[in-house]
């Protein structure tokens, strides 16, 4: 979902953050990558996933095999079937599921969320609403949660005509279920709709860090970064403990203001356990690039132990004018790490500084130009032909 809208930062949090991964959990991560044009951390991703892949592939089979096998009495039980669906749905396997829940003569409201919950697994979230549509049952917090996600991945027209009279329309009963409503809350600030969402955390009694974190992410994505500060202060009077997705919120916020004294008050705040993680040492990098504190970025930089892609904050230096900064940090990265992200980064750097030649012999040496490298490299030369002729003229 946080792949879908660009998210990436959010998705690796997230991903980051799960204890027990598996090949969906992966899939899923890998497929964002590609989706967001960064194939090479697919690549990197896919190599950690090797040797589960092997596990996961011997699971795949004595499951599928298990449910071949099943003695007819147990093809008319709920729970086994709900089960059989969710596992199939786990190894990709859409149809098998589909075919096991048509199956099932009197689905319930569990059975129809297992279907539903492996849509969205398998970014399907338009048959999760086909499905939802089609049930006539008593819904339950599973189910709520469920459709408010579906209708957060999607954030079309019919999603937002589906989540807003779903939300609408809910129990009294719902809306006090911290679950519910974060997701509810989620869901209404990818509609855009910050105040709507504000008007659903209000309705929380014992709100707690998740609920604060969709509420601060929300704000970063409609453009009102400075809440987030806000709902900090709310934080600190209610005594919740941040935790790392929390403070890369909110170092993500400074990146978007650009204060240094605001930056550098948040970072005072951030314990030194959690500084020290990658993601959020990534994120001050970026925060400091673009507030323009070039060395105190290049500082986090040297600190990080392992240098990979996102921490090579070429685009940091660009930003403020550094094409020759920009140009040596960039030929410090092993040739493997360099991504269509990389080269186009440092080819603008080389154009926010003038450095026309420098940004041909790079352009030369890349030895897959995507149509977004070549396009950059276009503009870049007709920028410079075009000040070339200025130039002249007035001279």
Not at 114 to 133: H, P, Q, R, V, W
């Amino acid at each position: 979902m946080l792949m879908k809208f660009g998210d990436v930062q959010g998705a690796e949090c997230v991903f980051h953050s799960i204890k027990k991964k598996d090949i969906i959990t992966y899939g899923a991560m890998m497929r964002g990558y590609i989706g967001n044009e960064m194939s090479e951390r697919a690549l990197d991703l896919f190599e950690q996933i090797h040797l589960n892949q092997l596990a996961n592939d011997r699971a795949m089979k004595i499951g599928k095999k298990l449910l071949h096998e099943m003695h007819d009495n147990y093809r008319n039980d709920n729970v086994v079937l709900t089960s059989a669906i969710h596992m199939l749905m786990r190894f990709g396997d859409i149809q098998s599921a589909e075919r096991v829940f048509h199956s099932i003569k009197e689905k319930n409201i569990i059975t129809y969320g297992a279907m539903m919950k492996g849509y969205i697994e398998n970014e399907m979230s338009e048959k999760t609403l086909d499905l939802f549509e089609q049930i006539h049952l008593k819904l339950d917090t599973v189910t709520y949660t469920i459709v408010f996600n579906a209708c957060s991945q999607l954030a079309n027209d019919r999603a937002k005509k589906i989540g807003k009279k779903l939300f609408d329309e809910m129990p009294d009963n719902y809306r006090n279920d911290n679950v519910v409503l974060t997701s509810a809350t989620h869901m209404l600030m990818k509609f855009g709709e910050a105040e709507s969402a504000e008007r659903v955390i209000k309705l929380m009694r014992n709100k707690d860090v998740i609920t604060y974190g969709a509420l601060m992410n929300g704000y970063n994505m409609n453009g009102e970064p400075w809440k987030c500060f806000e709902v900090w202060e709310e934080m600190k009077q209610r005594d919740i403990v941040l935790n790392e997705i929390i403070w890369t919120i909110l170092i993500g916020a400074c990146s978007k203001i650009g204060m240094i004294r605001q930056s550098q008050y948040i970072l005072h705040q951030v314990p030194l356990h959690i500084q020290n993680q990658k993601q959020v040492q990534n994120s001050v990098i970026h925060m400091w690039g673009k507030c323009g504190s070039v060395e105190k970025a290049r500082n986090v930089y040297e600190s990080v132990d392992d240098r990979d892609t996102l921490v090579f904050e070429v685009n940091g230096f660009g930003l403020n004018g550094m094409g020759s900064e920009a140009i040596k940090l960039y030929r410090e990265m092993p040739n493997n790490l360099r991504n269509e992200v990389t080269h186009i980064c440092v080819l603008n750097a080389c154009s926010h500084s003038g450095f026309l030649h420098e940004a041909q012999n790079i352009y030369n040496v890349i030895s897959f130009k995507t149509e977004k490298i070549v396009t950059v490299m276009v503009c870049l030369s007709i920028l410079f032909i075009i000040l070339a002729m200025i130039i002249l003229y007035y001279t």
